[in-house]
């Protein structure tokens, strides 16, 4: 992953999955920049985390080049299952103007468990606070895995998972009212237009990867205005299967900011 970062110029990077403690991913983060060759590779990012309740679970996290003005972690009831997957930081862009950025990581569940219920809840509180979120900020971005494909372009076997969490009707339906009533922009799929994938996660297991066997789980959602303001989003998927340091891909997209 340092390879990655030191060849991109991100100002503003979501984790997720950390399952870290802050001072291991502090620790990390800098390494990153030593091998970037920063000069002074403590100062490099600024980074704000969201640790699980259960150690080595969850965790999310924002690393920016910029300080933010404020950070807030959770999203909805304080339950220990939710730790972890959400956090909000705000930065002041160059009109003077509020860029509220979040990193979230939606439960992956599991048809028939808690995990499903915990999963489902989670959504529920999305949809209740996203529209909060386009009230008290100027522009709102979130970002992350949100173990949901929407449409039936963001998963290659969808016939074979309409039964499974991750492309459940139920579940689906949340992302109906997040590209709909709530107001967001599916920045990839608004830029991508009407094709398959593109990709940003693949299974370990038999020829997934080579064969682009992927789902689209991963999501740039911007406010109208900032949405307007995206170009060239790009996954950047390893150039082979040996090469990867996830099961996921990053997926990048530049905002034309004042």
């Known amino acids: 992953m340092g390879e990655w970062l030191a060849s991109r110029e991100v100002d503003i990077l979501a984790l997720q999955e950390v399952r870290a403690t802050p001072d291991v991913l502090s620790k990390v983060v800098t390494e990153f920049a030593e091998q970037a060759g920063a000069e002074d590779p403590d100062s490099q990012w600024h980074v704000h985390d969201h640790e699980a309740a259960h ?54 569940g599991e048809v028939g468990t808690p ?84 990709y940003t996660w693949w299974s370990y297991r038999g020829k997934a990867f080579d064969n682009d066997t992927g789902w689209r789980i991963d999501y740039h959602m911007a406010t109208p205005e900032l949405a307007g303001r995206a170009v060239n989003p790009q996954v950047d998927r390893a150039a082979d299967y040996s090469m990867r340091w996830s099961d996921h891909a990053p997926l990048v997209v530049d905002y034309n900011l004042p």
């Not at 304080?78 to 956090?87: A, F, K, N, Q, V």
């Open 55 to 108: 150690k080595g679970r969850a965790g999310v996290a924002i690393l920016s080049r910029k300080a933010p003005v404020e950070t807030r972690t959770r999203i909805g009831d304080d339950r220990p299952e939710d730790d972890g997957r959400w956090i909000e930081a705000d930065y002041e862009i160059g009109d003077g103007s509020l860029l509220t950025v979040v990193s979230v990581y939606a439960h992956s």
């Open 115 to 198: 995990r499903q219920d915990h999963k489902m809840r989670f959504l529920q509180y999305m949809s209740e606070h996203l529209p909060q979120l386009a009230q008290r900020s100027d522009h709102v971005l979130v970002l992350g895995d949100l173990n949901v494909g929407h449409t039936k372009l963001d998963i290659k076997n969808w016939k074979g998972n309409v039964k499974n969490s991750g492309f459940l009707p139920e579940e689906r339906a949340f992302f109906d009212t997040f590209f709909g009533d709530a107001g967001y922009v599916d920045v990839a799929r608004s830029l991508a237009g009407e094709v398959d994938g593109p």
